[in-house]
């Protein structure tokens, strides 16, 4: 079931275009990543999807509904949530209260920081979130102490805490070690086993996430969609060879 489709959607920067003409559309359940060379456009896709950017031209429609003209803050309570390149989250507070925050907010629930919150009142959910997501030894930790696959773990708990219906990964390994990149593709599967229903749409560089992960790939050039297929597909075409994955 098509559950988030964008129309001719564009996006320029004085005049410059970012994003041009890109039609395409992404089903719950799947999983689609959008690889392609620095400046091709995948992150204002991202944030054009996200309401971060306000399309130039195009539709935007989610489940059912044109969103296109909605910010950020409504389409994240709808159900679509995001990640960053570079991870986001509150440094000088505990790893437990930026999921509880994160849990709250998605609920439209008012958090007040000066609360004591007790392991009995931490809601379930948060508690198996932690745990899948690899940071249940780490509730107490303060965010901004975390090492760099931690702290990209805990955006995308926060960004899971939230119950989308959508969620966007933008470089989920992005700086991690070989070590950290492993456990974050097994959390995303172990995530993925869970919530069988959600759609996934991420960018990564690298080619070994992509495709341990997507079952479809955007490939994207030039703020365009050039190729769009299953991932042996679009390896093997001539196109991805010569302008991205390289010749073999």
């Known amino acids: 079931m098509t559950l988030l489709s964008t129309t001719g959607l564009s996006k320029s920067y004085s005049g410059v275009p970012a994003l ?17 060379p620095n400046g091709a456009g995948k992150t204002t896709f991202f944030g054009t999807l ?11 429609v989610f489940d059912g509904g044109d969103i296109t003209k909605w910010d950020a803050d409504k389409r994240a309570r709808a159900g679509i949530a995001r990640t960053f390149q570079v991870a986001r989250q509150f440094g000088s507070f505990s790893v437990l209260e930026n999921l509880l925050l ?21 809601p379930a959910p948060i508690l198996e ?5 690899r940071l249940d030894a780490l509730l107490g930790r303060t965010a901004g102490t975390l090492p760099q696959g931690d702290r990209k773990r805990l955006e995308l708990a926060m960004a ?17 070690t070989d070590e950290d990149c492993g456990i974050t593709v097994d959390v995303l599967r172990s995530v993925l086993a869970r919530r069988p229903e959600l759609c ?17 790939i955007l490939l994207m050039g030039q703020g365009r969609i050039l190729l769009d297929g299953a ?10 060879r010569t302008t991205y994955l390289g010749a073999s």
């Open 231 to 240: 991932p042996d597909e679009v390896a093997a075409h001539d196109l991805a």
């Open 50 to 60: 996200a309401g971060e950017h306000a399309a130039t031209a195009g539709s935007i």
């Open 102 to 122: 994160s849990f709250q907010a998605g609920r439209g629930e008012w958090w007040r920081p000066w609360r004591a919150f007790l392991p009995r009142e931490v």
């Open 200 to 216: 996934l749409i991420l960018t990564a560089h690298d080619m070994s996430v992509v495709f341990a992960l997507a079952g479809r």
């Open 20 to 36: 041009v003409d890109a039609t395409a559309s992404f089903d719950a359940g799947q999983v689609t990543a959008l690889i392609g």
């Open 129 to 133: 979130l932690a745990e899948v997501t």
């Open 160 to 176: 899971l805490a939230q119950d989308p219906r959508v969620l966007l990964l933008d470089e989920p390994t992005a700086g991690m």
